[in-house]
C-alpha cells in the first residue's frame, strides 16, 4: 500500500479512537479498541427503504479511506504517482490546486514530494464534514515544508491562478456535464506555461460490449474487495444522478478545447482512468 493512503488510513483511524477514548474515561481493552478503529464501509450493506442521492456526508467522512481504496482499483497508485508528477511540474513561487480534495489525499502526496521554494497547495471541497477531517489528518503529517489551506468552496468559485499543477482526481465526473468546458477553460487560463492538469475519472463507453465488459470487471473488482451484491446494486442506484461518467474522447476532446495542445492517458484500470494535460 503506498505511503499517503496508508498513512491517510491511520491517521484516520487515530482521530476516531481519540474521539472515542474521550467519550470512554476507562481504558477500552484490545478487542474494543480494535472495534473502534475499524472503519469498514457498510453504508449500503442493508436494504433501504428509500434510496438517496450520494452525498459526502459525515457518515461518508467515517469511511473514506476504506471505501475509496475497496471501490476504486489503482487508487493508491494514482495518488502516488499524482505526487512524482507535482514534484516533476510543480514551479517555484506558484500554487499547486487539489481541486474535490476529499480528506486531502492528493494534498498530502504532493506536499511529500514537493521541493519547489514558496510553493504552497490550495484544497478544495464543498464538503464541510470533509474539510474538518481533513485538517486534521493533515496537522498530523510531518512534512510541513510545503503549506497546505484547505478551503470548504464550491470548486467553481475558486480562482486559479499562478498554478503549476492543477489535480482533479475523480472530481469533474460529480459536476453537472454542461458546465466542465467553463471549467476546464479557467483552469487552462489559470496554469502558468509549462503547468500540468491531471484529471482521474470514472470513464464510459460507447460501444455496449466493452461498457458491459469494464462494469462486469468493476463489480467482480469490489465483490473481491468485500462489498455484496446488495450494496454494490445500491450505491450504484445512489451514484446514478450524481455520478455521471463520460468516454475518454470526450474528455480529452474537451481537453483540446480548452486549449491543452498536449494530454495523454497515464493510467487506467477497467473502467478508471487518469490522464495528464501540459499548457
Known sequence: ?????????????????????????????????????KKTDAIY???????IDFQFDERVVAVFPDMIQRSVPGYGMIIANIGTLAAKYAQAASHCYDLGC????????????????NCDIIAVDNSPAMIERGRELLARDAVPTVPV?????????????NASVVVLNFTLQFIPPAERLALM????????????????????FNEPGRQNFHEELYHDFKRANGYSDLE?????SALEKVLIPETLACHQERLQKSGFSFSDLW???????????IK
Open 1 to 37: 500500500m503506498p505511503r499517503v493512503i496508508e498513512q491517510l488510513m491511520r491517521d484516520s483511524s487515530a482521530t476516531t479512537t481519540g474521539l472515542s477514548e474521550r467519550k470512554n474515561s476507562n481504558n477500552p481493552s484490545k478487542k474494543d479498541q480494535k472495534n473502534v478503529t
Open 45 to 51: 450493506a442493508t436494504p433501504l427503504q428509500k434510496m
Open 102 to 117: 476529499s480528506l486531502g489525499a492528493v494534498s498530502l502526496a504532493m506536499r511529500q514530494r514537493i521541493n519547489q521554494p
Open 149 to 161: 489551506t484547505m478551503i470548504c468552496a464550491d470548486l467553481q468559485h475558486v480562482c486559479i491562478e
Open 185 to 204: 477553460q479557467r483552469i487552462y487560463a489559470g496554469l502558468k506555461p509549462g503547468g500540468i492538469l491531471i484529471l482521474s475519472e470514472k470513464i464510459a
Open 232 to 236: 454494490i446494486s445500491q450505491k450504484r
Open 267 to 277: 493510467f487506467q484500470c477497467f473502467s478508471f482512468a487518469s490522464l495528464v494535460a
